[in-house]
């Protein structure tokens, strides 16, 4: 696999309002390693290699054990994740695969008895976020870990 083309090149003004989202997302409420588990299914769903190496990565630096990272893809038999991280798994998968005829009230009123209306909207943010990454390197072939010492992921040991 090669990379296509360099979008921060190209377009670096949108490139780095998606940065500044992404790093006012990092900043708010929700907790980091809820964040890292969202940011892993959603690139599971969309099969974006970069985005998935780098938020493993960033997840086993944030101190994840990596028995729940191998478990992000089968999290409803898992028995390793909260009810909380359950719901923002499921809203995840909700918003990544939008169904056809949208968002359920079953799974929103689900999604809702974890989050309050303001964490839910800064989680469906999160999700709506990483869709863009994924979309970006996904389309543009960005290699998985090409970035590592440029972020610090290098500091994982996952080579």
């Known amino acids: 696999m090669s990379q296509r ?9 949108a490139f780095k309002k998606l940065v500044e989202l992404s790093m006012t997302l ?3 409420g929700l907790e980091h390693g809820l964040q890292f588990l969202v940011e892993i299914r959603a690139s599971q ?5 970069f985005c998935l190496d780098m938020h493993i990565k960033q ?10 990272l191998h478990h992000v893809a089968i999290w409803r038999e898992s028995p390793l994740f909260s ?4 719901a923002a798994l499921l809203w995840t998968e909700a918003l990544t695969r939008i169904p056809e005829d949208g968002v359920s009230d079953a799974v929103y009123a689900e999604v809702r008895e ?38 610090g992921l290098d500091k994982a040991g996952l080579v």
Do not use: M
């Not at 083309?5 to 003004?13: D, H, I, K, V």
């Not at 997840?59 to 054990?65: F, Y």
């Not at 009810?83 to 359950?86: C, D, K, Y």
């Not at 303001?118 to 960005?142: C, G, M, P, Q, Y």
């Open 59 to 68: 997840a086993v630096i944030g101190g994840e054990r990596p028995l729940r």
């Open 114 to 151: 974890h989050f309050s209306e303001k964490e839910l909207s800064d989680l469906t943010w999160l999700v709506s976020s990483i869709n863009a990454w994924n979309r970006l390197n996904v389309a543009f072939r960005n290699v998985p870990g090409s970035q590592d010492k440029a972020f």
């Open 26 to 28: 990092k900043e708010g």
């Open 5 to 13: 083309l360099n979008y921060l090149q190209q377009s670096p003004a």
């Open 45 to 49: 769903l969309n099969g974006c290699a």
């Open 83 to 86: 009810a909380r991280e359950r």
